[in-house]
């Protein structure tokens, strides 16, 4: 089967506006304390995650401009299928064992903050892609769309790299990072799919 650029960039934009689409279901959910079912939402953004890896690394390999955005892309896509993996497989039966035996609460408590660590990075990386394909928009002459994405990407950078360096114990909430991050991820998917009506 083959995938042209055009078509590449613009499934790659469906995907990343899917898993904006369905990290904010999980978080309504979550605050509005409503059980959540983990194991469907963390499952098809593994699944959405995957199929990122695979086209936003084909497009970083044929685009001509732009790679470090489409690198950006592909390894939060990465990071996140680890996080996701790590979350499905290791959450419950770690807080389930530490409720047996309190020695190895410290234990379970280590799992959930590499998750959140490998969760910031990858939210990190899609705030920088934003800030890339951002800019290109403004310099397309969509300064709306553009400079809302630059804005948010930075924003969605910047908390990210404090909680990075401080711990969730900072300052800054992880709700906060991770929504500027769904929402650089959201603008993220829109500027490329109107590049790719553009083109």
């Not at 990343?16 to 904010?24: D, F, G, V």
């Not at 410290?106 to 660590?117: E, H, N, Y």
């Not at 910047?158 to 300052?171: H, Q, T, Y």
């Not at 500027?191 to 009506?197: A, S």
């Amino acid at each position: 089967m083959e995938f042209t650029q055009q078509r590449t960039v613009k499934i790659t934009s469906y995907l990343l506006l899917a898993l904006a689409i369905t990290q904010a279901i999980y978080t309504a959910l979550y605050l509005s304390k409503v059980s959540v079912p983990r194991q469907f939402l963390w499952g098809l953004e593994g699944v959405l995650f995957t199929f990122l890896i695979a086209f936003a690394g084909a497009a970083m390999v044929q685009a001509k401009h732009y790679q470090v955005g489409w690198s950006a892309i592909a390894f939060s896509a990465v990071l996140n299928i680890v996080q996701v993996s790590i979350g499905l497989t290791m959450f419950r039966p770690f807080y389930e064992a530490a409720g047996q035996l309190e020695d190895l609460k410290p234990i379970a408590g280590a799992v959930v903050a590499l998750s959140f660590m490998i969760y910031y990075t990858a939210k990190l990386l899609l705030g920088f892609a934003a800030l890339i394909f951002g800019m290109a928009k403004i310099n397309e002459g969509n300064k709306v769309l553009g400079g809302l994405t630059v804005l948010v990407g930075v924003v969605a950078m910047a908390a990210n790299v404090i909680l990075i360096i401080l711990g969730r114990d900072g300052f800054l909430s992880s709700y906060f990072a991770g929504a500027s991050g769904v929402l650089a991820t959201l603008l993220l998917g829109l500027c490329l799919l109107t590049l790719t009506r553009e083109d």
